[in-house]
């Protein structure tokens, strides 16, 4: 029955850890997909013969 207690003793900074991963994981994602938006944006602008009108401050993330 111990090592049942010991075991329990560690699931909250186990869960902790976990969700900091979690969160990390979240925020590449969110500037990976950041990145392929201004990627798309621009060919989108090049396909449609705009590229001039590229807002190139918009674009370097």
Known sequence: ???WRELARTVPG???R???GT???LGTLDSAHRKLAAFIRV???LQRG???AINRDGVRE
Do not use: F, K, Q
């Open 14 to 16: 186990t869960l902790l």
């Open 50 to 52: 705009d590229g001039d």
């Open 43 to 45: 060919v989108r602008s």
């Open 1 to 3: 029955m111990e090592e």
């Open 23 to 25: 969160i990390g994981l």
């Open 18 to 20: 976990v969700a900091e």
